[in-house]
């Protein structure tokens, strides 16, 4: 099993543009979600699903778009960056099991937004 | 208002030492992660924790349920420990503490 992949590794965007970053998980988990990492904060939440066809939002939505279409990815778009978006971005994917669960996370993205 | 909290923040040992890092919570949860972060930034899971302790070679950690509390230790620390060390609880949605950054000398 690859486990969790993100792609790209590193990127750097103007300030408007956008861009889709990737995400893709071959262990059939149900619930994937988008996390953005800032020194001194914890992982914020930004979007997450249960599974193919539903999303929701987190903690930090604004100017993130998402969408489910299969169990295996789960892209995230930036539709105008922002200098604030400046950040490291991990897509994690979990599954529940009777008395707890597991996370699996992808090695991140860093984004500089100029 | 931050829902997990760890402490301490920054911590410097030296090998061989024994550490404690603590985490409380403030939210019902249904399980509490231990992670651990090494510079390059991948994140893998340590523990997986509702109840009780586990142990895993040198690291050892405990949950308090009542209290809230959660401590992760490691005995007789090596260089090669030195990472960022991530609470995580779920409750209706995954929280997050801040880290604890640990080095250990030689």
């Known amino acids: 099993n690859a486990g969790v992949t993100q792609t790209p590794k590193f990127q750097v965007l103007k300030t408007g543009q956008s861009m889709t970053l990737q995400c893709a998980q071959d262990?059939?988990?149900?619930?994937m979600s988008w996390y953005r990492q800032d020194p001194g904060m914890g992982l914020r939440l930004i979007h997450y699903?249960?599974?193919?066809?539903?999303?929701d939002q987190g903690e930090v939505p604004n100017g993130y778009n998402v969408s489910r279409s299969t169990t295996e990815d789960f892209p995230l778009r930036l539709l105008s960056a922002a200098p604030s978006q400046t950040s490291v971005y991990f897509c994690?994917?979990?599954?529940?099991?009777?008395?707890?669960?597991?996370?699996?996370f992808g090695p991140g993205t860093r984004l500089t937004v100029t | 208002k931050n829902e997990v909290e760890q402490s301490p923040q920054n911590l410097t040992a030296q090998e061989g030492e024994f550490i404690t890092i603590n985490c409380s919570y403030s939210?019902?949860?249904?399980?509490l992660h231990w992670l651990q972060q090494h510079p390059g930034g991948g994140i893998v899971s340590l523990f997986m924790?509702?109840?009780g302790k586990k142990k895993h070679g040198r690291l050892i950690a405990t949950i308090n349920i009542q209290e809230k509390h959660s401590s992760l230790h490691i005995t007789a620390s090596h260089p090669r420990d030195s990472a960022v060390y991530i609470c995580?609880?779920?409750?209706?949605?995954?929280?997050f503490g801040t880290g604890t950054s640990l080095t250990v000398i030689p």
């Open positions: 994690a994917s979990s599954y529940s099991y009777e008395g707890g669960y597991e996370q699996y």
């Open positions: 262990m059939n988990h149900e619930y």
């Open positions: 699903s249960v599974g193919a066809g539903i999303t």
């Open positions: 939210v019902g949860i249904s399980a």
């Open positions: 924790l509702s109840s």
């Open positions: 995580a609880v779920r409750g209706n949605q995954f929280y």
